[in-house]
């Protein structure tokens, strides 16, 4: 008996170990957000490479407590309004993303909100809709096979923090139910830093993550993200994920990360992982290079929850040798290999 008992532990030890692997794994995230005008360049082999896509995004409607609708097709699938009143993300689009995250283990999240669209969030509170809007999205996204919904809540005011707080607590009601978790996207910029950070603290209780948007192209997003959220606030540093961009600088003048290589290879710009600065058409165009999103990998890992991208479709193919998303994947799994 005992000839038998002890492979049969070695063997149970060593599963152990390798559940133990996989979950130190899963707890780093790697969170992409997916704007619709972005999914005819979004692949499988993005999604390979991360651990959740936010797909970007539907507006609240106050008006019926659901969301805004553009057009509805005559197979009754939706075609859900951009923030401009025109057409944006379709119920077909989020349907196929969806499949490819299952098919691929990676959570699926709706994003409702955007840029500029914080007084749609204001007249939900304003109307008192609250609960009939968290019920709406929480049926929504579980017909839908949707692991999480993201609130992108741009810019919140300290007025505006008590009605965060309501909308907040609602939709963790109804969507903790059918196990759906709730993250939000908050700013760390000097000007909207302290109500972001005093909504995120309020709410943490009810957030499975926190998306610090912390663009910048040097070291200080991730740097002042766990210094404010998480030495000044005390926030779980593993609920808080900061922001890469694959955009380059200055704002006025952003191109993406994507159409940038291809001017630089065009007019054989020398680059090598260590640039963060091309000068194309006489512009300066300061950005986030391969080496610098390794290190801003690593410090997010090791000091928090992991990173999170704005966004996919500004990237290059993820076989390339200058694509962010890879060197991401490369750094955050390093230490695994």
């Avoid at 005093?198 to 610090?212: C, F, G, S, T, W």
């Avoid at 999170?308 to 193919?317: A, F, S």
Wanted: hydrophobic fraction near 35%.
């Amino acid at each position: 008996m005992k000839k038998i008992l002890f492979p049969l532990i070695f063997f149970i030890t060593i599963i152990d170990l390798f559940a133990s692997d996989k979950t130190t794994k899963a707890e780093t995230k790697i969170v992409g957000y997916l704007p619709s005008y972005s999914l005819s360049r979004f692949t499988e082999k993005q999604a390979e490479k991360l651990t959740d896509i936010i797909i970007f995004s539907i507006l609240p409607n106050a008006e019926d407590g659901k969301f805004k609708v553009a057009k509805v097709n005559s197979d009754k699938s939706q075609i859900f309004q951009n923030k401009k009143g025109g057409n944006g993300l379709t119920e077909k689009d989020l349907d196929h993303v969806i499949q490819i995250c299952k098919k691929h283990g990676v959570k699926s999240h709706l994003c409702i909100g955007g840029g500029d669209v914080a007084d749609e969030f204001k007249s939900i509170i304003k109307e008192n809709k609250q609960k009939k809007f968290a019920k709406y999205v929480a049926k929504f996204c579980h017909d839908k096979g949707i692991d999480g919904v993201d609130i992108d809540w741009e810019f919140p005011r300290e007025d505006d923090i008590d009605g965060i707080s309501s909308l907040f607590e609602e939709l963790y009601k109804k969507l903790h139910r059918k196990n759906i978790t709730l993250s939000a996207a908050f700013s760390s910029k000097i000007w909207a830093q302290k109500p972001s950070v005093e909504a995120a603290a309020r709410n943490i209780k009810y957030l499975h993550m926190v998306n610090v948007m912390g663009y910048v192209d040097t070291m200080e997003g991730v740097e002042r993200a766990e210094d404010v959220f998480v030495n000044q606030y005390k926030l779980p540093k593993e609920k808080i994920i900061v922001g890469i961009p694959f955009f380059t600088y200055p704002k006025k003048q952003v191109m993406s990360y994507r159409n940038m290589i291809a001017r630089a290879i065009e007019n054989n710009i020398d680059i090598t992982p260590k640039t963060n600065c091309l000068t194309i058409d006489n512009k300066e165009r300061h950005f986030n290079g391969v080496d610098l999103v390794k290190q801003k990998t690593r410090y997010s890992i090791d000091k928090m929850g992991g990173v999170m991208i704005w966004e996919l479709g500004q990237d290059v193919p993820v076989d390339s040798k200058y694509s962010l998303l890879k060197a991401i994947y490369e750094e955050a799994n390093s230490n695994n290999e």
